[in-house]
């Protein structure tokens, strides 16, 4: 299948900093990326549909201005979380949906553990 | 608000067992459907999809769907300890590609 690489995969920082994430895809061109967020035992969360060359789409509840999202190019989405606090420590988790596979099936990245301290 | 309802388990079965993992979904509009498998620590990945009514198999996995009792199954034949793991049920429901997930179903294979 197709492959989503994030980085880095484990970040730990002090509240009060803000942390990059970035996602690519290296063997296909991603139109659309999707962020997700996963808390211990829970399943995943949309947060938010990157969208290549245009603004973010938020899912209700997700603050904008808290989780900065940049799609500068065909293969790489990034995901800022501003300002972080502890309750901002989670599993970020990136995808993409490649066209050329038959179900537009969506494939993910390794994840990006964040822990604020 | 649409929403995928997922057995939490955990569901343990013994070495060579079926496993059946069962998924529900609110939206009649829903187009595809997907199963994840998603170890402790890990991203998830990618096991099967199916848009049709009816049965879809790959290996040891049969992916079910029935769209007029919107429900969708994952049966696994032949259960190993490898296939300890929380599975995902996922939908999409327009052709944005955006996925809905289920709360997944942990699944314990006892040797």
């Known amino acids: 299948g197709a492959v989503v690489s994030q980085h880095p995969s484990w970040v730990i920082c002090k509240s009060g900093t803000s942390v990059k994430i970035e996602c690519r895809s290296l063997?296909?061109?991603?139109?659309?990326m999707f962020w997700y967020r996963q808390f211990p035992k829970q399943s995943l969360m949309l947060m938010a549909t990157s969208n290549e060359g245009s603004k973010a789409t938020y899912e209700q509840g997700v603050e904008k201005d808290k989780f900065l999202i940049n799609h500068a190019s065909l293969t790489l989405s990034t995901l800022t979380v501003t300002s972080a606090h502890p309750e901002d420590s989670s599993f970020y988790i990136c995808?993409?949906?490649?066209?050329?596979?038959?179900?537009?099936?969506?494939?993910f990245g390794e994840g990006s553990r964040l822990t604020v301290l | 608000q649409k929403e995928v309802e997922q057995n939490s388990g955990p569901l343990s079965v013994p070495e060579g067992a079926i496993a059946s993992l069962n998924c529900t979904y609110s939206d009649r509009g829903s187009q595809s459907f997907f199963w994840y498998r998603q170890y402790s620590g890990k991203s998830p990945e990618l096991i099967m999809f199916?848009?049709?009514?009816g049965d879809k198999e790959d290996g040891r996995f049969t992916a079910q769907l029935n769209k007029a009792s919107q429900y969708v199954s994952l049966l696994i034949r032949d259960s190993q300890p490898s296939d300890s793991a929380t599975y995902l049920c996922?939908?999409?429901?327009?052709?944005?590609?955006?996925?809905?997930f289920g709360q997944g179903t942990e699944l314990s294979v006892k040797p």
């Open positions: 063997d296909f061109q991603a139109t659309t």
């Open positions: 996922a939908v999409q429901y327009d052709q944005g590609g955006k996925l809905i």
């Open positions: 995808s993409a949906r490649d066209l050329g596979q038959s179900a537009g099936e969506l494939f």
């Open positions: 199916i848009y049709s009514n």
